[in-house]
């Protein structure tokens, strides 16, 4: 059994700051990809950004230069800081993981989301 939970949502002011993290737990053997994504209202899922290790992290157009995303291996732990924020960043945002675990003595790979955290940008 694995687990992805996030924390860190709220409500800020346009141009405020808010930094949300995303702490894996369970059988754990490895982790490859860890990511965040957000739905608004109305909207699809979007991507907004991902990290591997040893591979430069990925932003969408929208966040590049605002967002940074780092995380934590050895506390299978994933971050996003986010700066300038602005209305249009008001979403639910969702925590992804793509993680292999352990099953009775064998290996699942296998793609894993939190349960969500709200984020509101007030104007």
């Known amino acids: 059994q694995v687990n992805l939970v996030e924390s860190g949502g709220g409500l800020v002011q346009a141009g405020g700051s808010l930094r949300l993290s995303c702490a894996a737990s369970g059988s754990i053997f490895s982790i490859k990809t860890m990511g965040w994504y957000r739905q608004a209202p109305g909207n699809q899922r979007e991507l907004v950004a991902t990290?591997?290790?040893?591979?430069?992290?990925g932003y969408a157009d929208s966040v590049k230069g605002r967002f940074t995303i780092s995380r934590d291996n050895a506390k299978n732990t994933v971050f996003l800081q986010m700066n300038s924020m602005k209305p249009e960043d008001t979403a639910v945002y969702y925590c992804n993981a793509d993680i292999v675990a352990r099953y009775s003595g064998s290996y699942r790979r296998s793609d894993y989301w939190g349960q969500g955290t709200q984020v509101t940008v007030s104007s």
């Open positions: 990290i591997t290790s040893g591979v430069r992290p």
